[in-house]
């Protein structure tokens, strides 16, 4: 069951973040921990993501929501790419941060409209 | 066009919330002003949770997960009832408890789940 | 000096909670810690509040700002009763309550005008 | 009426922000989404700021007192940059740094005293 | 080593809270959803409680400090009457809340100072 | 006494940051405010500190615990360079991070991580 959970969050992450990148993330956190990085890949994206409850366009929604709300932008950033990466489009995104800056204030949504602009622009070149 | 927003605004409330809670709530936000009464009723139901771009379900499952996060314990539990009123059912609650336990910390759950045995268990008389 | 500070913040908590209630506090902490209530008298009143940079009208609005930004109920009820009673009117802490529910969200004005009720409503009984 | 809280609203952020910044920003926001950037212009610009019972200098400092004690940053030095436009002395949003650091804690000071010296200090070049 | 986790997660909850509430505190969790329950008895107290780089008296002082400057209430008095079941003393929690004062702000000291004293006085009766 | 908490605080921020950082700093802070800067040494780091009732490996713990919790980056970088200089080891600072994952949410650790890289990594260059 350890091991259904590991290959779970692989392809939780690899759907979100793309291959390399999902490869790239644990090598990162493997070289911090060994343990938090299988915690991570296991635990959340294999056991918590992985649960059939909810949809993962919804649990992407959702967890965007608690990155705006609490401030966290580099993470914000990655989990919008993850969104669009799944399918979760523009318009959603945009009034998600709409509707909560309501509930965590104008600011948080200013900086989610930054990070939105970053992640959805065409890279200048 | 405000008296559309406005319309609309109780409206939404009463889905949420059921006519009598509605009205009560906006007298109760009159007594302390006027136009800030307005303002939540028209602007904020009105307009926002209004807005076409996201069904009122997911708008709803997005709100709790942002007073979640946040730790706004009494708006948490008003939001849960509203949900359920809407349809969102107890399973999707709950995974979002479980889901975003992992991004604003578990004692951010352990209060929300606090708050779903009280909206959810039948009041002992 | 540090006699100087001492009264300065006797002083202000005085004005703000009543000369009864600054001294049962300044007890209550001090059973706690002798050392830590010094700090808070001396520090935080004499010495923070006593600067003449801002009058205390201000700090007193500017103190229920944070409060009810980081939602801070209990201190943000002592503070209302205190900005009450060193003249601080209804009116300017109900549109420090409106126009912050933009920067902190509007739950945190939901909670905060729940104080405001019940430290200006007459008690019933 | 809704006209006349879009005038006050660009005479608000034409004050804080200057009418280059004001118009710039407004666009900005427009090209996120149409919407949001008229409730913002008109129902927190125009609506709350201008709303009669506090005046525009105290709104500022509760406003960036808000920010400071949230952690937002940006949004600190955009308004403190309007803070000063309208008149708001260096020496009071010192003073709010120093106050406030009591209740959101030193750190969010230290990060307020670098926001206020790229404000107030000279470009170096 | 899934039995381990479950057997330490278990062990350690029993020296924190007493055998009595941790096998309720367990069952309350079961009843909300069976695999979160798991997830916190062997990830949580287990995996990570577990870990050997750090003292568990030492992970008992710093979990109060988190929940202290996130202002968590009620998770914070279930982890003072932990730390003291394991030997934490009063004058290290003492010691923690003068010291975390300066860094989340002197009102969740206040808030922890309530907690302290309603866990170590002699209850009335 | 004065002088006391004087010459401590100057000894705590020496330990810490080392001498010409511990003046740097000092020297930045008065520049924004005299008084301020005072405060910050005199009471924070001499009378806070320097309290004996933790040692300073444990201040340090608990507070990049705080900083961490909150998501204070520029601070907790600070503080994670002073803790390995009064010789708390990077496998405890690890062990913390991972530890308040749980309590603050995975975001904040992921940021924590970043900080710990970038102060533990030998410069490129």
Redesign the interface.
């Given at each position: 069951?350890?091991d259904d959970l590991a290959k779970k969050g692989l392809e939780v992450r690899t759907a979100l973040f793309g291959e390399k990148a999902a490869v790239a993330g644990n090598e990162y956190?493997k070289q911090?921990?060994e343990?938090?990085a299988t915690?991570?890949n296991d635990?959340?994206f294999g056991?918590?993501?992985g649960?059939p409850?909810?949809p993962t366009k919804?649990?992407s929604?959702?967890?965007m929501?608690?990155?705006m709300?609490?401030?966290?932008g580099?993470?914000l950033r990655l989990h919008m790419r993850g969104a669009l990466n799944i399918g979760v489009t523009k318009?959603?995104i945009?009034?998600?941060i709409?509707?909560?800056?309501?509930?965590?204030?104008?600011?948080?949504?200013?900086?989610a409209?930054?990070a939105?602009?970053e992640v959805t622009e065409p890279r200048k070149g």
């Open positions: 069951m350890a956190l911090f921990d343990g938090f915690f991570l635990q959340l056991g918590i993501w649960r409850g909810l919804i649990r929604l959702i967890t929501t608690a990155l709300a609490l401030g966290r580099p993470e318009e959603e945009k009034e998600m709409i509707h909560i800056s309501q509930y965590s204030g104008v600011p948080t949504a200013v900086e409209i930054r939105f602009r």
